[in-house]
């Protein structure tokens, strides 16, 4: 073959012929991926445009016994969906009333004394106290509001948190002290565990305070564990839901569907004989005990102080099986703690022991009134000081 064959238009090299191809593919495919991503676009729209609003809280709370507490119609105003904890606080709340209780929140989703407070990164030289809990550190009716009269309210009743950085800040003039409450109504160990693995490394805290305990002991359906998976692909799957309305009117089919699936079937073959399922606790005593081992050993890690504080519980009169389980809950806490050498505050007027003159304290029998909540702070000010917890701070004698 001569040299005028060889270079002949005709007579393509196979390595640019294979360049030219590739470049092809990645074109198709590149053609392939953006049309189908602008029919998600258009589905979305759609679906957001003509289709009314699925709210991902509704979606991610389906045990009755969580719905009652943050998703039905009554109570769901001051919470939204979140992907990892299933429920959290509404961002910058300004003096919102929920449940004879009057809050603010921030950006954050936390709570707030003064709505527009907010976290961000930990400054050289500040002492943070983070306080991780339910809806009794998170304050409940502290301070109380009456609905028609949501301005009427006493600015100095607030839960103890709040009052643990006032007291800190007035017996340290000049000292960065910032104290977070990172407490949420209706959150178990599980989600307080799940919280904190997530943002312990944004918020650094030099003490931890815990508490958990009724959500925990409390009856449900579902077992946390199952109700409330924190695995990457259920975190992913709830990710999509909380940000496609496509993907959560989907889901809600999809459930609807199996839901009617599941009622056909048991009126085709009724059977009267299968056991009941009985509800059972959130967290089991066990796990309820690793949980908070667990947040223990993670703020140790990071450098943290830790003060496991036992829930409150006002008497053994009125709900008696529930006081049972409170008692049994709090009672091996604290000797699961005090065996391993951690820091438990038990404030004796807060629980079951001191009933019948502990009833000014509490404003029923699960969460302390704002008295309850002076006197939390007050003795965990005691505890700090005799266990040098604060080295650095001068700690005072007593709330005034």
């Not at 599941?262 to 299968?274: I, N, R, T, W, Y």
Request: charged share 25%; hydrophobic share 40%; proline share 6%.
């Amino acid at each position: 073959m001569g040299a005028s064959e060889e270079n002949s238009p005709g007579n393509v090299p196979s390595g640019a012929a294979r360049r030219i191809s590739f470049r092809r593919r990645l074109a198709y495919i590149a053609i392939i991926y953006f049309s189908f991503l602008l029919i998600l676009v258009a589905v979305e729209v759609g679906v957001r445009w003509r289709m009314d609003h699925v709210s991902s809280l509704d979606l991610f709370v389906v045990a009755q016994q969580q719905k009652a507490q943050v998703a039905d119609a009554k109570q769901s105003g001051i919470f939204e969906g979140d992907p990892l904890l299933l429920w959290r606080l509404k961002p910058n709340l300004d003096k919102a009333v929920w449940d004879f209780t009057v809050l603010s929140t921030n950006s954050e989703h936390l709570r707030v004394e003064h709505v527009g407070e907010q976290v961000g990164s930990k400054q050289p030289g500040t002492i943070r106290i983070v306080c991780l809990g339910d809806s009794v550190t998170f304050g409940f009716r502290v301070p109380v509001v009456w609905p028609d009269k949501p301005t009427e309210f006493d600015p100095e009743w607030l839960p103890f948190p709040m009052l643990l950085e006032k007291q800190l800040r007035a017996a340290n003039p000049g000292r960065k002290i910032e104290v977070i409450t990172m407490a949420v109504p209706g959150y178990t160990s599980h989600q307080g565990l799940a919280w904190l693995q997530r943002d312990i490394n944004r918020l650094e805290p030099d003490l931890l305070t815990v508490s958990f305990g009724w959500n925990d002991a409390s009856l449900s359906d579902a077992a946390d564990r199952d109700a409330i998976r924190t695995n990457a692909s259920a975190v992913a799957v709830r990710w999509l839901i909380d940000h496609s309305q496509a993907f959560a009117h989907a889901t809600r089919w999809l459930r609807t569907r199996e839901a009617n699936k599941q009622l056909a079937a048991k009126q085709a073959q009724p059977q009267p004989s299968q056991r009941v399922r009985r509800p059972s606790a959130r967290v089991s005593q066990p796990e309820y005990l690793n949980n908070m081992l667990a947040i223990e050993s993670l703020a140790r890690e990071h450098g943290a102080t830790v003060i496991v504080i036992g829930a409150p519980y006002r008497d053994h009169s009125a709900e008696a099986p529930e006081a049972d389980a409170m008692l049994q809950y709090r009672s091996a806490l604290k000797s699961t703690m005090t065996a391993r050498g951690i820091s438990f505050l038990e404030v004796r007027e807060l629980t079951e022991e001191a009933y019948p003159s502990n009833e000014g304290w509490f404003g029923e029998r699960i969460h302390p009134n704002h008295m309850g909540h002076r006197l939390i702070a007050s003795e965990l000010l005691k505890l700090i000081r005799s266990k040098h917890a604060l080295p650095d701070l001068t700690i005072p004698e007593l709330i005034p």
